[in-house]
Nanobody
């Protein structure tokens, strides 16, 4: 069964750092697009960061300069390094993967999420 497994969330004070991890099946990780999304109660889900198999990255405007997404192909894992955390970063962070089969049919996969709480 295909599943994404996240870890690394927790409680941190404003200005602190956390690193989130997401492990994916090899065939999905090696050829697909990996992203981090977040959602807080009463707010819409928003894109935090994304990375392609060619290591092209993009970031949401609110996290540019503070967060860095990267991938380790040997470990089939994507990371989100979060620095200079702010209370408004508090949310459930979910890993997302988009993969296409040999016929070009796309499939989406979601992790269960890891909670990040930033106190002031």
């Amino acid at each position: 069964q295909v599943q994404l497994v996240e870890s690394g969330g927790g409680l941190v004070q404003a200005g602190g750092s956390l690193r989130l991890s997401c492990a994916a099946p090899r065939h999905i990780f090696s050829t697909g697009v990996m992203r981090w999304y977040r959602q807080a109660p009463g707010k819409q889900r928003e894109l935090v960061a994304g990375i392609t198999s060619e290591d092209t990255t993009n970031y949401g405007d609110s996290v540019k300069g503070r967060f860095t997404i990267s991938r380790d192909n040997a470990k089939n894992t994507v990371y989100l390094q979060m620095n200079s955390l702010k209370p408004e970063d508090t949310a459930l962070y979910r890993c997302y993967a988009e993969w296409s089969d040999p016929w070009g049919t796309p499939y989406d996969y979601w992790g269960q999420g890891t909670q990040v709480t930033v106190s002031s």
